[in-house]
């Protein structure tokens, strides 16, 4: 059985890029969630995904955004990259955003912006 | 203002002993209430959720809540140098369907 996994696992990107971070949910699990953690820090709720739509969404700027796909894989865009948005990217996976559902993460994506 | 909050720590216990992590939140209305273990570098992992005041034990893990007091815990026992880690509180807020509020992590260093 699958974890979560994501995809690649480092990336290394100027100010002013874009970048695209992917995820494949839990087998089993129907809605993706995205978390920024900067060094130190706890993870930062960004948005949720379930029935490819955007569910609920964190304080960040609309320079994040993302997708969900029909086999409910996930993905992250950031434009116009900044140094501050260099941070691990952690998907989570659950069945249902209205039950009662444990979160499962990913590896996490290690984003570096220079 | 934060909503959930950890002592940064380190917390340096000795091999063997009990490691005490706290977390205090701050809206009432949240029900589920989760500990992630964090290693360097690594993603966080689930170790224990707790839904009802009171203990839940899992191990050498036992979780404590207390609602009215707005207050989470984790004991661990038997601590050993693999515990060493952070250890991250997290909260699913009232109404927030299954969005997580973390607090920023306690580092536990377990030594010989």
């Known amino acids: 059985d699958a974890g979560v996994t994501q995809s690649p696992t480092h990336l290394i990107k100027t100010r002013g890029q874009q970048v695209t971070l992917r995820c494949s949910p839990k087998s089993g699990h129907d809605t993706v969630s995205w978390y920024q953690q900067a060094l130190g820090q706890g993870p930062q709720f960004i948005f949720q995904?379930?029935?490819?739509?955007?569910?609920q969404r964190g304080n960040f700027p609309d320079r994040f955004s993302g997708h969900q796909f029909p086999n409910y894989s996930s993905e992250l865009n950031v434009n116009a990259l900044l140094l501050g948005d260099s941070a691990l990217y952690l998907c989570a996976s659950s069945l249902n955003p209205s039950t009662n559902e444990k979160l499962f993460f990913g590896s996490g994506t290690q984003l570096s912006v220079l | 203002q934060k909503e959930v909050e950890q002592n940064s720590g380190p917390l340096s216990v000795p091999e063997g002993a009990i490691a005490s992590l706290n977390c205090t939140y701050s809206d009432r209305g949240s029900q589920s209430f989760f500990w992630y273990r964090q290693y360097s570098g690594k993603s966080p992992e689930l170790i224990m959720s707790i839904y009802s005041n009171g203990d839940k034990e899992d191990g050498r893990f036992t979780a404590q809540l207390n609602k009215a007091s707005q207050y989470v815990s984790l004991l661990i026992r038997d601590s050993q140098p693999s515990d060493s880690a952070t250890y991250l509180c997290?909260?699913?807020?009232?109404?927030?369907?299954?969005?997580?509020?973390f607090g920023a992590g306690t580092r536990l260093a377990v030594h010989p």
């Open positions: 997290a909260v699913r807020i009232s109404g927030g369907y299954n969005k997580l509020i």
């Open positions: 995904y379930y029935e490819e739509e955007e569910r």
